[in-house]
């Protein structure tokens, strides 16, 4: 069985996204572990290929710089489909797009996986799933849409174009309640949707189903055996910091950390999710978290970043987890860390809690108690519950493995239908 699959991965200008890249990771694993070769549609499909050991092809490539503006994103759509028809001048020979043509037209099923989250702020995104959906639709092949957030915005054309890519999937995994609310309200027949965690929740751990398999705080992922390094608070914060001064959301963090060093005694340890490969090189995240270190009054350090194993084992290992981006959050909770998100705007809002929810945390703060100073309560009464917190865990774990297993194994299923 032939999968193409999509999720928003390639790595550009030693840039790579952890979430992104941590979701298409685990979705290659499970299904070629069901009998499935992938082919993934990468930005940078050389270094996807050698990345994962799978086939790749271009996007189609919805971005400005290709599509331009809404009538422009149309058109191209229509270009593309048209191509897919038959119509060899509706494209020129050079675009990328004929290789996720031909590539659907060989393949068995395809695939949305996790990543380019469907919603209105990034219409590219929404555009490009939607019509490798319809390719597969009139190339006769089953498609599956998983690992998804939706909204909470989706307006127009994009609510139209989402709504008849999620209605002619067999199935549709979302991870989270909010996001199964706003699909109920577009007409998806019901049968079809799944909630779900996060894809990712266990990636790099394997197929087994054992109820934690050595995953927890200050435990190593792969044996279970005692972390030899001292235990410390994980940081992972975004680029993005929504409507906050930036300066000023530095300082109040930096100050948070202090107070987090005093009151726990736990090192701090940043790891940049959006980062330069280079560990000489700062940008994405690492900008911002360098601005947190450079206004902080007591130690902290960075762990380079490399690739979804190691920033999944990062996180799994924590006492604690301090996060405005999504999948250190989800790594964290999945292992029984006592996680607190930081959400900057309504989309990190509903993905933070979302996260946390499916283990039973919800620790979420919001960029305005950060400045404030009152996000420190929450955050330490999130260190004093971690006893809690490991109980409730280990009460979900088990029964989250076995559900995560039985998606994959009813993602496979309805793939060869």
Same mark, same amino acid.
């Given at each position: 069985?032939?999968?193409?699959? &999509?999720?928003?991965?390639?790595?550009?200008?030693?840039?790579?996204?952890?979430?992104?890249?941590?979701?298409?990771?685990?979705?290659?694993?499970?299904?070629?572990?069901?009998?499935?070769? &992938?082919?993934?549609?990468?930005?940078? #499909?050389?270094?996807?290929?050698?990345?994962?050991?799978? $086939? *790749?092809?271009?996007?189609?490539?919805?971005? #400005?710089?290709?599509?331009?503006?809404?009538?422009?994103? &149309?058109?191209?759509?229509?270009?593309?489909?048209? *191509?897919?028809?038959?119509?060899?001048?509706?494209?020129?020979?050079?675009?990328?797009?004929?290789?996720?043509?031909?590539?659907?037209?060989?393949?068995?099923?395809?695939?949305?996986?996790?990543?380019?989250?469907?919603?209105?702020? @990034?219409?590219?995104? +929404?555009?490009?799933?939607?019509?490798?959906? $319809?390719?597969?639709?009139?190339?006769?092949?089953?498609?599956?849409?998983?690992?998804?957030?939706?909204? #909470?915005?989706?307006?127009?054309?994009?609510?139209?174009? +989402?709504? $008849?890519?999620?209605?002619?999937?067999?199935?549709?995994?979302?991870?989270?309640?909010?996001?199964?609310?706003?699909?109920? !309200?577009?007409?998806?027949?019901?049968?079809?949707?799944?909630?779900?965690?996060?894809?990712?929740?266990?990636?790099?751990?394997?197929?087994?189903?054992?109820?934690?398999?050595?995953?927890?705080?200050?435990?190593?992922?792969?044996?279970?055996?005692?972390?030899?390094?001292?235990?410390?608070?994980?940081?992972?914060?975004?680029?993005?910091?929504?409507? *906050?001064?930036?300066?000023?959301?530095?300082?109040?963090?930096?100050?948070?950390?202090?107070?987090?060093?005093? $009151?726990?005694? /736990?090192? +701090?340890?940043?790891?940049?999710? @959006?980062?330069?490969?280079?560990?000489?090189?700062?940008?994405?995240?690492?900008?911002?978290?360098?601005?947190?270190?450079?206004?902080?009054?007591?130690?902290?350090?960075?762990?380079?970043?490399?690739?979804?194993?190691?920033?999944?084992?990062?996180?799994?290992?924590?006492?604690?987890?301090?996060?405005?981006?999504?999948? #250190?959050?989800?790594?964290?909770?999945?292992?029984? +860390?006592? !996680?607190?998100?930081?959400?900057?705007?309504?989309?990190?809002?509903?993905?933070?809690?979302?996260?946390?929810?499916?283990?039973?945390?919800?620790?979420?703060?919001?960029?305005?108690?950060?400045?404030?100073?009152?996000?420190?309560?929450?955050?330490?009464?999130?260190?004093?519950?971690?006893?809690?917190?490991?109980?409730?865990?280990?009460?979900?774990?088990?029964?989250?493995?076995?559900?995560?297993?039985?998606? @994959?194994?009813?993602?496979?299923?309805? /793939?060869?239908?």
């Amino acid at each position: 069985m032939r999968i193409v699959t &999509i999720g928003d991965v390639g790595v550009v200008d030693d840039m790579i996204h952890i979430g992104d890249e941590a979701m298409f990771d685990e979705f290659a694993a499970q299904l070629r572990a069901r009998g499935a070769t &992938i082919t993934g549609v990468s930005s940078t #499909p050389a270094e996807t290929s050698a990345r994962y050991g799978v $086939e *790749a092809v271009p996007a189609l490539d919805f971005s #400005p710089a290709t599509a331009g503006d809404r009538d422009g994103r &149309i058109e191209r759509r229509r270009r593309v489909l048209a *191509a897919a028809d038959g119509d060899r001048s509706a494209l020129p020979a050079s675009d990328a797009a004929w290789s996720a043509i031909e590539a659907i037209r060989a393949s068995d099923a395809f695939a949305v996986a996790g990543g380019g989250n469907m919603a209105s702020l @990034w219409p590219m995104h +929404v555009y490009e799933r939607a019509t490798l959906a $319809e390719l597969a639709r009139r190339a006769g092949k089953p498609y599956v849409v998983t690992g998804q957030t939706i909204g #909470p915005v989706l307006d127009g054309d994009d609510r139209a174009l +989402v709504a $008849e890519l999620l209605s002619g999937a067999e199935l549709v995994g979302l991870r989270e309640r909010a996001s199964f609310e706003l699909v109920r !309200t577009l007409g998806v027949p019901e049968s079809r949707l799944t909630a779900t965690i996060d894809d990712a929740s266990f990636v790099g751990l394997g197929l087994g189903l054992g109820p934690g398999l050595g995953v927890g705080p200050s435990t190593d992922a792969a044996t279970g055996a005692a972390a030899a390094a001292a235990p410390y608070c994980a940081v992972s914060l975004s680029a993005h910091v929504g409507a *906050a001064d930036r300066t000023a959301f530095a300082e109040a963090v930096a100050r948070l950390l202090d107070r987090v060093v005093d $009151e726990t005694g /736990l090192e +701090v340890v940043f790891l940049a999710h @959006w980062a330069s490969l280079r560990s000489d090189d700062e940008r994405g995240d690492s900008l911002l978290h360098r601005a947190v270190i450079d206004r902080m009054t007591r130690p902290a350090r960075v762990e380079p970043t490399t690739d979804t194993a190691a920033a999944a084992r990062f996180a799994r290992e924590a006492s604690l987890h301090l996060t405005s981006r999504y999948h #250190p959050a989800v790594f964290a909770v999945a292992a029984g +860390v006592p !996680t607190v998100g930081i959400a900057v705007d309504d989309y990190t809002t509903v993905k933070l809690t979302g996260a946390l929810a499916n283990f039973g945390q919800s620790s979420v703060v919001s960029a305005e108690q950060v400045l404030a100073g009152s996000a420190d309560r929450i955050v330490l009464d999130a260190w004093g519950a971690r006893d809690a917190v490991r109980t409730a865990w280990e009460a979900r774990v088990g029964p989250a493995r076995t559900a995560s297993a039985a998606w @994959w194994d009813r993602l496979a299923a309805a /793939l060869r239908a």
